[in-house]
């Protein structure tokens, strides 16, 4: 890599960034300047300057940043100006809770089909997205150009999946099941793990409730 | 605060820690080095020593851990050794996937009652948890010990949702809506933002596309 490495710090608020400059887009700001961009998003203005200077700095001293303009170069930092096609893997309540997300979609994130083993969800459909047998899979992936597999299977079903998804060449695993996949190196996987998030809410609660 | 502040990366580890050991305990393991936990979750065996150090460390040199005792302590520092009963607040999708995980009633996460403003799912149960009217959630808040509220509504529902768990003296809020919420200090807040995480994926990727 020639560029230096951006910290996972860094990476964790750029959506932030985007999603709150949408939002004044939304309401129609222009301009904003850093002061007032921390206010609003309770990060200090000198670490928002320091995050927005990884990637060339986008504001003029004293003038502030042109909110569009932010916004989209952070798109573009955030590989939003490409679309990728996704499946999802897994046609439970949560696989279909994400094929109904219409705000993926939005940020060209297209999920192109859902699996399951279950043959009374083959064929039916989650909005147009249809569910197909897992059996499919391979064969579908080498037929169509996905980047991005999405995992909501149990925690048994994990590993063939990531066998067959390893085969077929995918270049991203967005993985729900509550295991840390490993993977070949150059295969980007970015893990949301529910359980975990519930005992960080947890600590933090019995932290709080020691120190009242 | 009388104690150190704990980083929130450390507390990011914890749960996984936790996942691992039960993995161990699982699997029959008794006893631990630092440098086979080490191996087996991809962080550095000094990283593992510090971050348990943060709470009393736990291992003895050159004896290594002990798996259960080391389990039932970061279960303890999770606050798992403690009941937390939930409410869910959206029944679509996204909020029956979250009642059907039985990982989190066996760590002590128990959803009492779902909520929403669609008349249809009234009466309705996901598994054992009724949904009710959304008008009901103050009540419900008032009369019942709730500790944790999980948002799972779109983002244009949210703010009337948090007023309510304001006054009803809610202590945690586990928000799945694409908004930061503003709620008065004191109050614990967990996000799992999808659309966040599905960027960050996408970021990685790209940033991985340009240095091959």
């Known amino acids: 890599m020639e560029q230096h490495e951006i910290s996972k710090a860094v990476i964790r608020r750029l959506p932030r960034y985007y999603r709150y400059l949408g939002d004044l887009m939304d309401a129609g700001v222009e301009r904003i300047s850093s002061a007032e961009l921390s206010a609003k998003m309770n990060v200090t203005a000198s670490q928002i300057r320091q995050d927005l200077n990884n990637f060339g700095g986008f504001g003029q001293q004293g003038y502030g940043y042109n909110v569009k303009y ?23 309540k ?80 967005w993985n729900f099941a509550p295991v840390d996949l490993e993977l070949p190196k150059g295969i980007i996987v970015e893990n949301v793990h529910l359980l975990d998030s519930l005992m960080q809410l947890s600590y933090n609660l019995t932290e709080y409730e020691h120190t009242r």
């Open 70 to 92: 932010l916004y989209n170069e952070i798109a573009k930092i955030l590989g939003l100006d490409n679309v990728h096609n996704l499946v999802i893997i897994g046609a439970g």
């Open 94 to 173: 949560l696989g279909q809770a994400i094929a109904n997300y219409s705000s993926f979609e939005k940020r060209g994130f297209i999920i192109k089909a859902m699996f399951d083993n279950n043959k009374d969800y083959f064929g039916r459909k989650v909005g147009d997205i249809e569910i197909m047998n897992v059996d499919e899979l391979s064969d579908y992936l080498s037929n169509n150009n996905i980047d991005i597999a999405a995992i909501t299977v149990p925690k048994e079903a994990v590993n063939p999946i990531a066998d067959i998804l390893v085969k077929c060449g995918i270049k991203a695993v």
